[in-house]
């Protein structure tokens, strides 16, 4: 269960592998008033992830996981996020998939964001999949991480307008936007309805 105690923020950890815009966000978040949340530690498996440059422009503690040894990786990950008091991971365009034993350590307290109308399009390269099925929606989903791909419990999702003009880059762009707005609601209301 997660449990913000007597109002103090609950110490999150953002899990990334590329640009950053999601945990860009989630910061700016954290650091208003009225969020629950305080990112205390960003995690990467790639060391070369442009989201390592505004970790360390806003101070906040980063660790490289190369996960060539998953399980020793995931053993080392547990142990410095208990160290941490790490209460929610968020993970934010993280390309690795964590065993079911680090997911069970961390049950109903890790949250991912997916860049489609879940439980369509699950898995990598949803945009050119939608955009090749001529859909007339696409979207993003927040949801709970479970031990199946992309399958867990939906806290919230958010639908887009497919123009016939869109490309992969414009959609793309077009639900970035939209998972700004998503992940900071998403996370208020997982928080609010324990
Ligand atoms: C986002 O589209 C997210 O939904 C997906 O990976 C992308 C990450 O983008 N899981 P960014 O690194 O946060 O900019």
Redesign the pocket.
Known sequence: MIKSIGGKKLDTAVF??????????LVKFSLSKKSPINIKFVLSNNKK???LNFSKKYKIESKIFLFSNRSKSENQILKHLKSRKIKLIC?????KILSKKFIKRFQGKIL????ALLPKYKGLN?HERVILNNEKYSG?TVHIVNSKLDSGKIILQERVKINKKDTVQSL?KK??KK?HILYPKAIKKLISSL
Do not use: D, Q, V, W
């Open positions: 990334i592998s590329g640009n950053g815009s999601n945990l860009k966000n992830a442009k989201g993970l934010a365009g993280f390309m991912n964001i997916h860049p949803t993003c793309r639900i970035l998972e």
